[in-house]
């Protein structure tokens, strides 16, 4: 994704694109820290958003101004920078929302690698607008177009999707059409043993808490999730299942953002994809502040692809290990705090 948010920058320095004006606002979509800081003046002018905690916390680091949501009103931006990821649908809303925030006439531009198909969402604008120039460097391209002040993009808003008749769900969402296979073999162990005070980490739009309610006896349940969109989904698709369980939702990176929480009980089927390769340091991380989270004799229960090499992390972390079950690929684990 570096190169990306390079290459979004390069009509800006290149003088394609006109710097704003002292006072103006540019938004900055999905946004990303660029390796080369911008010129102090944009730098001072964006206004960045990202829902994404660890890139968030990265931006704010280097001192960009970030929120997880723009609130902003409608054509009063001069223009939008759109870092497009791997989500066709997510990208397409971020541009109508780009076109929404900008005035009419004030530059959105859009970046992306050429891997993750920037050249197909350069050619749904396209159709939409007339696309004024474009770059290509670092494997990725850069394109802008005009605001067009009218409702070109209004196809873009699409209404939530709705898995198993109940959740409701997004694209740029952890497996947003359908459970996650490893999710749905976990939650069929799920029984009344899990009760008292019970955390799901790595929530997403919310599954997993779904039959922690369902099929255990949780007096309160708390939820750590690292997307927000996916976090405030996940409170919607539980509000009218909670009964008298405490909810409560933590949007936090559990790989550098201690906890002050002990719980009884942690449900998890951690994320082990970095960008576009598996990286299995990622659930070591939720394995480590899931032993530190629990209270002594405390239970974690996860599922995880049967190949990532988790035991060392988890006989670091708990007194005893058992593995449940193995299927499709997948292990089940239940570890003794």
């Known amino acids: 994704m ?28 999905n946004a990303a820290v660029p390796l080369s800081a911008p010129d102090p003046a944009l730098k001072a002018a964006l206004l960045c958003e990202q829902g994404f905690r660890p890139d968030y916390l990265a931006l704010e680091r280097a001192g960009f101004v970030v929120t997880a949501d723009l609130n902003a009103q409608d054509g009063s931006l001069a223009a939008a920078l759109v870092l497009a990821g791997k989500h066709k649908g997510e990208n397409h809303a971020m541009l109508a929302r780009a076109a929404r925030l900008v005035k009419p006439g004030g530059t959105i531009a859009v970046a992306g690698d050429k891997a993750l198909g920037i050249a197909s969402l350069r050619k749904w604008a396209g159709d939409r607008v007339a696309i004024e120039g474009s770059l290509a460097k670092h494997r990725a391209t850069v394109f802008w177009f005009a605001a067009p002040g009218d409702e070109t993009f209004a196809d873009a808003f699409t209404a939530p999707a709705t898995v198993d008749g109940r959740f409701e769900t997004a ?17 069929r162990h799920f029984d009344d043993r899990i009760k008292g005070a019970v955390a799901d980490f790595g929530a997403g739009w919310g599954y997993l808490a779904a039959h922690v309610l369902e099929k255990g006896r949780p007096q309160s349940l708390a939820l750590f999730e690292a997307h927000q969109p996916s976090l405030q989904a996940a409170g919607r698709n539980l509000a009218d299942i909670l009964g008298d369980v405490t909810l409560e939702m933590h949007w936090a ?41 629990l209270k002594p004799g405390g239970r974690l229960l996860m599922v995880a692809n049967r190949k990532l090499p988790y035991e060392q992390a988890l006989a670091q972390g708990f007194r005893h290990v058992k593995e449940v079950t193995v299927e499709a690929g997948y292990k089940v684990v239940e570890a003794l705090r």
């Open 253 to 293: 990176d559990l790989t550098s953002e201690p906890l002050d929480r002990r719980f009884d009980w942690i449900v998890m089927n951690p994320p082990f994809h970095a960008g576009r390769g598996s990286e299995p340091d990622i659930g070591k991380a939720f394995i480590a502040a899931a032993s530190k989270a």
């Open 2 to 29: 570096s190169g990306a948010v390079e290459t979004l920058f390069l009509p800006l320095s290149s003088g394609d694109i006109d710097p704003p004006r002292e006072g103006e606002r540019v938004a900055f979509l």
């Open 171 to 187: 694209p740029g969402m952890f497996s947003h059409t359908r459970p996650d296979p490893g999710s749905i073999l976990l939650a």
